[in-house]
């Protein structure tokens, strides 16, 4: 395997540039225009920069319904924080910057309820930023920027079916997370009924008259 490909490998691990150097035993200077190579390269193809990294908390897929084709793996399900998935998603910014942005989505009821981002930052203050953002979760796992779209844009398009409007911070970082198509294969709600859970900053009567808009009580759940 030649240099650039293994920087290439070491980049999809989520290295820095100086990881990378330091691994391959070789100057930054000789990694850093091909980290900058492999980047114009990613976006030239996509049409999107690179994908930097994803991650998801374990414990995503609890009560959801997913098509098993995908191959898609939640490494704690039975972690006990179903209903409110943490996705984070960073992208190549520049060679030695990077692009992240935050999402929590409620996927059994009101869709994203809240954005962290997007901010430039580098390797070091991303590795900062995953563990503040998953910091109330047992822990968080890698995942391919296909599930997090679906999840994501999936939670949104359902909430909408519900009332229910994206935090007004999503749009801002929603490019981070690719084109979305629709139609996701993802089954939300609790077992695919609506299940509101209360949360901070909520207003529990307001939520409830927007599902009875459109539901009758005993097509929803709820809990305090």
């Known amino acids: 395997m030649d240099l650039k490909e293994q920087v290439r490998e070491l980049r999809l691990q989520g290295r820095s540039p100086k990881e990378i ?35 998801i908390n374990v414990g995503w897929s609890e009560g959801l319904g997913l098509d098993r084709a995908h191959g898609w793996v939640d490494e704690a399900p039975e972690s006990g924080v179903g209903g ?25 009821c009101m869709g994203v309820k809240n954005a962290i981002g997007p901010d430039v930052i580098n390797d070091r203050d991303l590795l900062r930023f995953r563990e503040y953002f998953f910091g109330e979760y047992p822990g968080w796992q890698e995942a391919p920027i296909e599930l997090a779209r679906e999840l994501v844009f999936g939670s949104i398009d359902y909430a909408r079916t519900l009332g229910f409007e994206p935090d007004a911070q999503f749009g801002a970082g929603s490019d981070l997370l ?47």
């Open 178 to 224: 690719g084109k979305w198509e629709g139609g996701s294969s993802v089954t939300f709600g609790l077992l695919g009924k609506p299940y509101y859970v209360q949360g901070p900053g909520d207003d529990p009567a307001k939520v409830l008259r927007t599902l009875r808009r459109t539901l009758s009580d005993d097509e929803f759940g709820y809990s305090r």
């Open 21 to 55: 150097a330091r691994a391959l035993k070789v100057s930054p200077s000789v990694v850093a225009p091909l980290v900058r190579a492999i980047a114009e390269e990613s976006a030239g193809t996509t049409g999107e920069a690179e994908v930097v990294g994803c991650w």
């Open 84 to 108: 409110m998935v943490s996705v984070l998603v960073a992208r190549r910014h520049s060679w030695d910057r990077l692009q992240a942005c935050g999402f929590l989505a409620d996927v059994y």
